[in-house]
């Protein structure tokens, strides 16, 4: 027989899992929706072309990590790496740029595909959830961005955040530090890896993001982005700094802090997490300044800002974090029947709850009163409903609150008003 086995770098969430990311998805929706942000669904694969464009082609995401094939009628396709780009190709498509009420504020969630060294926290599907912010003309709009991001960690109940930020200045700055680095790298690309040699040639600021231990050693002493910032550039980020102070949020300015996509200028930004236990999988969400990537995908320039969190991981650090809290699956009540006559006058009844909001379940086989006790209490039941034949004789339920271990006889058209009266929701 066939043993069919998941594919490199997949999981399979079910129960507290599923649970838990749509909870977590739930909670980022409704901040976004508090902060002004519309839903945009957008297709699962686009042309190679768009990511190939707008990440970079000398990104990892589209050299090393994009799922990309030929289609039955020859199209290069590739699974989309991330959200940000199809987003704008919808924005030009369906010229939503076309409107007097900029910016947008566009937020998503959706699968993304990397073909990434799978690791803890690192997946070849993962989901992000994310805002995009077009057509800005503030740098308010910047910071509301990093707000959004920092606020949804405290709402999903991170104790600490640590937030990284750094500027990547403009087009100009970033001409002048990419030249900077290519002097100061040139006598030493010899003796650095051929991932290197190759950014080296194509995008030198890419070599940043580097992570072979020996050519760390070179890295560090390579010149810094803020001495190329130019007076705008500077003026810019010092505008969204101090705004952050205003607000009373803490931040450490990481001068390292490249990003590993193309389209960024100005600010970049990344939220970390590092449990009590010292888990830490990275950056947890992160997002960024650009300015040319709605032009580049054929609409106007449209100056834009934002962000995507990695639902898995926040997934997997808040479980460690808050296993108490984590949601559980549960039910209401459980019913249980003695006999095939009562089975139905349950099985009626729970049809009944739960057209009055409760979760109901039962067994529709013949079980011992023993093991359908079990099952309610592996399903997390609150109450048990049960029935045999006197009960059904006399047009009542025996109802057991499983916790208090407390039982009661309920009129059958008293069920939904008492339960309601006890159920804490
Ligand atoms: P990114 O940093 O490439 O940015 O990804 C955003 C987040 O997705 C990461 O911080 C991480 O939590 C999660 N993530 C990335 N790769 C994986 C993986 N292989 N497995 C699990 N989680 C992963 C972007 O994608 C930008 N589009 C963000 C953005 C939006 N910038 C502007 N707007």
Redesign the pocket.
Known sequence: MANYQPQRGTYDAYYEDALNIEKIEGILSSLASVYGYNPIITPMYESTSLFARSAGESSD?VTKEMFNFVDKSGREIALR????AGVMRAVVTNKLYATKDLPLKLCYCGP?F?Y?RPQQ????Q?T?F???TVGVNSYLSDVENIMFGYNALQMLGFPHIILKINSIGDEESRNNYRKALKDFFAPKIGCMCDDCKRRFETNPLRILDCKVEEDQEIIKDAPKMSDFLNDFSKEYFNNITTELDNLGVEYELDPTLV???DY?SHVVF??HYISEEGTN????????H?DNLVKEVGGPQLSS??????V??LNLLLKELSPDTYAKTEIDVYGIAIGEEARVEVYHAMEFLRSNGFACDMSFENKSMGASFKIATRKNAKFALIAGEDEIKNGVFQVKDLKKQEQETVKAEDLAEYLQNKIEF
């Open positions: 995401i790496p991330e959200l940000t993304a990397r990434e926290g690192r997946y070849r993962f992000q994310g805002i995009e990003r590993g996509l960024y990344e939220y999988l990275g950056a947890i969400g992160a997002g960024g650009y800002v934002g962000l995507a969190f990695g898995e991981r």
